[in-house]
């Protein structure tokens, strides 16, 4: 059982439940999972968790409601992401509290994540009408050869605390509309925000005629997310976390040869030239690195800068980290706030320990604060070369600094690491950003240009290589991951040929 080590303070707790109750949810009280606010540390509710009965029977009411819902115009599907969309903005400063609330985001972050939300639903509504196949030219006179994408299935959502809701709603928006239905297994950090999004989906159905059991969330840990993983009804498994969750979910589904779309940790680095607008850089690090505590898988990681501004740069950005101000996300002015648990900042001072061993030195933060919840300076490290510690990824706000003296030394430095997921260069020189945007540039899935490695807009693909783990969600041509492609070859002729100038008897 969880220990309720403080009382927690009415306030929090009170918040969070009436934006559950705003929101249309029921909140299955148990013994099983508390659900905590990294804010202070203390237990906001205490919920049960799914069974494995529970599981299977989420998982044959989507498969049901599968089958009614794959046959209904893809137009049409597209009326209950509208219809979610709008609860969605409606309920915006309800969903965005419970954000701040559980995962510890500052107000502004917190809105901009269902924002995210908002967006993924127009997108998903506007691509019901852009599922589009093609048609290639039949080598066989009067013959048409064609694709068509048709719904795949029930699609498992495996989801991390750090975006509750927007990557989940990359995910179901953009399911619905490809017809099929989803069972989401969000972090057991953040089940109330979850809850909350379950009671607007249902009520977007409702509302829109869409067939009941399309949309479950199920509460628990790693054994519910492992019963979704394997049960064969469960057409694509969609997780998004660690390297070792990846490493696990993904052979797994491929052993009943499911499709997976593996979105996984992030190592980003940002490359700084001599040519680079350093104002505009300083800001742009200090956000990427800083921002959402440092717990963003495209948290920027590392700076690889030019030998020649490297002094300037870290002393511009170690006078920005120093007044940066870290505190309860709630209050006023605070840009940083909790780190989600104990076992963050536990990460956190083992590779600030790491780093000073292999010869970094702390320039600025790294220190605890002495308050309830877990709260850290963010820390700005350099070091003398790429060692082990800065090759993994560590979900806290620590930044190392790297020095190079040739844009071929500072892609390589760039790339070796195991992770591909975000990347940027800033410069002014057309040259180097090109060259970093290039096939041997950067190796990442996102790769930008005088912007940091966060806070992607949903209308691109969204995901990374290497051990990210290759899949790519939300904006662009996503959407073919959650549909499966049927080529058609029509023939309209009174004869039979055959390809390839086969011929077969006569
Ligand atoms: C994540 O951290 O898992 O690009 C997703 C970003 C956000 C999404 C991050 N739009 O930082």
């Known amino acids: 059982a969880p220990q309720m080590t403080h009382t927690a303070p009415l306030d929090l707790r009170s918040r969070a439940a009436d934006a559950v109750r705003a929101c249309g949810a029921d909140i299955p009280s148990g013994d099983d999972v508390p659900a905590l606010s990294p804010v202070d540390g203390t237990v906001l509710h205490t919920l049960r968790a799914s069974s494995p009965e529970d599981v299977a029977a989420a998982i044959e009411c989507a498969q049901q409601a599968f089958s009614q819902w794959r046959v209904v115009p893809a137009p049409v599907r597209g009326a209950l992401v509208r219809r979610l969309g709008e609860l969605l903005t409606e309920h915006k400063d309800d969903l965005a509290a419970l954000v701040t609330i559980e995962a510890g985001k500052i107000p502004s972050e917190a809105l901009g994540e269902v924002q995210e939300m908002i967006d993924v639903c127009e997108f998903a509504v506007g691509l019901s009408r852009q599922l589009y196949g093609r048609t290639m030219p039949s080598e066989r006179p009067g013959h048409r050869l064609m694709e068509t994408w048709h719904p795949l299935g029930v699609v498992g959502v495996i989801s991390a605390f750090n975006f509750p809701v927007a990557v989940w709603a990359w995910n179901a928006a953009i399911a619905f509309v490809c017809g099929d239905t989803v069972v989401w297994k969000p972090s057991e950090l953040t089940p109330l925000t979850a809850l909350a999004c379950d009671a607007l989906v249902r009520r977007a159905a409702a509302e829109s005629g869409a067939p009941d059991g399309l949309h479950a969330v199920l509460i628990g840990s790693g054994s519910v997310g492992g019963q979704l993983v394997d049960d064969p009804r469960v057409a694509l498994v969609s997780a998004t976390g660690s390297v070792r969750m990846g490493r696990e979910v993904g052979p797994r589904v491929a052993a009943r040869f499911g499709r997976c779309l593996l979105e996984l940790g992030g190592n980003n680095a940002a490359v700084v030239t001599p040519s680079a607008d350093l104002d505009l850089a300083v800001r742009g690090i200090v956000f990427a690195a800083a921002g959402t505590a440092g717990q963003r898988c495209t948290t920027l990681r590392r700076l690889i800068v030019h030998s020649s501004i490297v002094d300037t740069l870290v002393e511009r950005v170690a006078d920005a980290y120093r007044q940066l101000r870290v505190g309860d996300p709630f209050e006023d002015g605070v840009l940083v706030g909790p780190l989600i648990r104990e076992r963050s900042w536990q990460a956190m001072s083992a590779a600030l320990d790491r780093a000073r061993t292999a010869g970094g030195t702390v320039v600025c933060g790294g220190d605890r604060m002495d308050r309830d919840g877990v709260y850290a300076t963010p820390a700005l490290v350099r070091m003398p070369s790429q060692s082990e510690v800065v090759r993994e990824e560590t979900f806290a706000p620590i930044l190392y600094v790297l020095s190079y003296d040739t844009l071929d ?98």
């Open 409 to 506: 030394e500072a892609i390589a430095l760039h790339n070796n690491v195991p992770q591909g997921l975000a990347s940027a260069i800033f410069t002014l020189d057309q040259r180097e950003a090109e060259r970093f945007l290039a096939a041997d540039g950067s190796d990442c899935g996102i790769a930008n240009v005088n912007i940091g490695t966060s806070g992607a807009e949903i209308g691109g693909a969204f995901g990374g290589e290497k051990e990210t783990g290759g899949g790519r969600e939300s904006g662009s041509d996503s959407w073919k991951a959650y549909m499966r492609r049927a080529t058609n070859t029509v023939n309209y002729s009174t004869e039979l040929p055959l390809a390839q100038g086969v011929r077969f008897g006569r």
